[in-house]
């Protein structure tokens, strides 16, 4: 039988699920978790993380007092989220709630691996509350001077990446899919790509090698504006992430 898209990514992440928490530093950056409680801070009750992976972004959420949902598509991911929170297997395009469950739901660092992102729009206009909110959160170039080359780093990197996005292509896509956008944040975050090629065990020497060298010997623009460096052997550089609050337009 043919492998899936989504077969390919379950055994993706399941293969990475122990270690997810300290295969990247963004994944429990405090100020990244804090600024998806922030920019909810308007609402409150019951909660839900599509694409949860072990429940970082809910982590903060549950302590910030919400009653924390997550679901994800990979079993592993789903065994480490339910540590933590209310959390079972499920696809993005099919969710196991009824209509109008929750008052927010987020989605942090999976749109661009999906394969029908319209789909789980849909469903997330169907399981919301009319009044709730969604967060949609996601790596994004800094501007049109890092975005082709970091776009050539993350379509080495990652197979499964069905659309590489921006702030403008997502929030297009909120657009066109029934939602208002209705608060904007960034977050920077100091990340290690040496880390996050040591933790990528899905990837050959042969290709974690090549994003390291696109990320270390990238064109001076992209360098400057990211602040790479290699230290002692470590390549750093600042990855920017777009929040975006979003709101159902009434149908
Ligand atoms: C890069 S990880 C991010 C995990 C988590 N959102 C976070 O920010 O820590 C992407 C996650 O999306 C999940 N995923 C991808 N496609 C999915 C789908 N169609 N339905 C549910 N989960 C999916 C993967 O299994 C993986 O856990």
Redesign the pocket.
């Known amino acids: 039988m043919q492998t899936t898209h ?1 077969d390919k ?2 055994s993706q ?1 399941d293969l990475r699920s122990s270690t997810f928490d300290r295969s990247v530093h963004w ?1 429990t950056d405090p100020n990244l978790v804090a600024a998806h409680v922030k920019i909810a801070d308007a609402l409150k009750g019951k909660s839900l993380e ?5 429940g ?2 809910s982590r903060g959420l549950k302590e910030a007092g919400w009653d924390t949902y997550g ?4 079993a592993g ?1 789903v065994a480490e989220a339910s540590k933590y929170i209310h959390a079972q297997v ?4 099919r969710l196991p709630f009824p209509d109008h469950s929750f008052d927010l739901i987020a ?4 749109y661009f ?2 394969d029908d992102g319209p789909a789980a729009l849909r469903e997330v206009h169907r399981v919301l509350k009319p009044s709730g909110g969604f967060i949609l959160s996601h790596l994004v170039p800094f501007s049109d001077v890092d975005a082709p080359h970091l776009q050539a780093v993350h379509t080495a990197k990652q197979a499964q990446m069905r659309k590489f996005h921006t702030t403008e292509t997502l929030s297009e896509e909120l657009r066109q899919n029934g939602f208002d956008v209705l608060k904007k944040s960034f977050v920077v975050v100091r990340e290690s790509v040496t880390l996050w090629m040591d933790q990528a065990p899905e990837l050959s020497a042969e290709t974690r090698k090549t994003v390291c060298d696109l990320v270390a010997h990238a064109p001076d623009a992209y360098r400057k504006l990211r602040n790479v460096e290699v230290r002692d052997g470590e390549i750093l550089e600042d990855w920017n992430f777009v929040l975006l609050l979003a709101q159902p337009r009434p149908s």
Do not use: E, P, Y
């Not at 599509?50 to 072990?54: A, F, Q, R």
């Not at 679901?71 to 990979?74: A, H, L, P, R």
């Not at 989605?107 to 999976?110: F, L, N």
């Open positions: 989504n990514i379950k992440f994944v599509l694409c949860c992976g072990t970082a972004v679901v994800d598509i990979s991911m499920a696809d993005v395009s989605m942090r660092q999976a691996l999906l």
